[in-house]
């Protein structure tokens, strides 16, 4: 998409409890529409409870949000940054209609998820554009958003930094025990997502964009940790694979595999005795992370005796934060990067999603950022 004059940028992301009693109502923002009843969600609750009912997404994207005005501010842009979120307040919905009231009228949106399919994409694009439509923006606010970054350095480099720390410690706790050269795994670790929607997460060839036996999900996971071992020497030969974690739903539907907890059983029997997790997928360490990695794989390990280190997500990593502006000024007139970086050949990826692009296949809904949008397109005139 050719650079335009945003005049303001609004972060995206999935949100979370705050409280216990926030807990429940949050879950049922999560699953709505799927009759899910209290009693269910209470059973399914149990992470984020035993955080004091509080999810560190909200403080994270906080953060996030203060870095980026930071890094626009030292840059000398002045460029609001707003933030709403999928599933708990500030909602997207609200976000939108405070940005229309402080007189903006085109807005780029980023997320906090990096890769491509439904729920880390499309279903953001959606939001967006039932938000429009809610608040009654539609035709009045122009929203798009940036490319999926999971290929750009500044997402990048955070993993190659914490991978390499990672392999050092575990080599040190290793020699600590006195198995210095035991086998050492690299486990990049990701949420898995129905199989049905890994095979739709694709540009198909007949739309115009490059096609993957598995599905750009995986393909662009399976890239970016090539990546990131490539750029650390202390890596070479080191074993690692694609793992999975925070599988949810119905059993009877099949999921993205294996799961993180049975990978690591199955390399304890296969002889690895040190394992670096990187939680390749998440932008920071939300509930996921913090539940499902460092408190369920970790104890996981410590049953099998494997000596561990999760590496850190980019959170407010500089090179990040730099990173997402460099993402937005791609896309502006003002300030404009010309250069589009790609850590890998499937980048970069595309500014606007081509049709049926990580398609919902549970039903169309009004949706900005696509070739195929009704919604968040160009104004007559941006400045009314």
Request: one cysteine or more; proline letters at 7%; aromatic letters at 8%.
């Amino acid at each position: 998409m050719a650079p335009k004059a945003y005049d303001a940028v609004v972060l995206a992301s999935f949100g979370g409890p705050e409280g216990q009693d926030d807990v429940i109502p949050f879950l049922r923002n999560v699953t709505r529409g799927r009759g899910i009843p209290d009693e269910r969600l209470e059973e399914v609750s149990h992470h984020y409870r035993a955080f004091g009912g509080v999810s560190p997404i909200n403080s994270q994207n906080r953060a996030l949000r203060a870095a980026m005005e930071a890094e626009l501010r030292r840059r000398g842009i002045d460029l609001p940054v707003f933030w709403g979120n999928r599933n708990w307040e500030p909602f997207i919905a609200d976000t939108l209609q405070e940005a229309y009231d402080a007189g903006h009228r085109r807005v780029l949106a980023v997320t906090t998820s990096a890769y491509s399919c439904y729920s880390s994409c499309r279903q953001y694009r959606e939001d967006l554009g039932m938000a429009l439509v809610k608040t009654g923006l539609e035709g009045r606010l122009e929203v798009d958003k940036v490319r999926q970054y999971f290929d750009h350095p500044g997402f990048v480099e955070p993993f190659v930094e914490g991978v390499g720390e990672g392999l050092a410690k575990v080599r040190a706790g290793l020699a600590e025990q006195g198995t210095p050269d035991a086998p050492v795994h690299i486990m990049f670790s990701t949420h898995s997502i129905p199989m049905g929607d890994a095979e739709a997460a694709r540009p198909h060839d007949a739309e115009g964009g490059p096609a993957y036996e598995e599905g750009a999900y995986v393909a662009q996971h399976l890239a970016t940790a090539q990546a990131v071992l490539d750029r650390i020497p202390e890596a070479a030969g080191v074993e690692w694979s694609l793992v999975y974690q925070s599988r949810s739903g119905a059993p009877h539907i099949p999921w993205l595999e294996p799961d993180i907890s049975d990978a690591l059983r199955d390399r304890y029997e296969g002889g690895t005795r040190g394992v670096v997790i990187v939680p390749l997928g998440f932008v920071s360490d939300h509930m996921e992370v913090a539940w499902d990695l460092d408190t369920e794989a970790l104890e996981t390990c410590g049953e099998l005796g494997i000596v561990a280190d999760r590496v850190p997500t980019p959170g407010t990593h500089v090179k990040f934060v730099e990173g997402l502006i460099d993402l937005i000024l791609e896309r502006t007139v003002e300030n404009n990067i010309a250069d589009r970086p790609s850590a890998t050949a499937l980048g970069p990826w595309f500014d606007v999603c081509r049709p049926n692009c990580c398609a919902n296949r549970r039903g169309e809904k009004p949706t900005i950022a696509a070739v195929d949008s009704t919604v968040g397109t160009p104004l007559p005139n941006p400045g009314m």
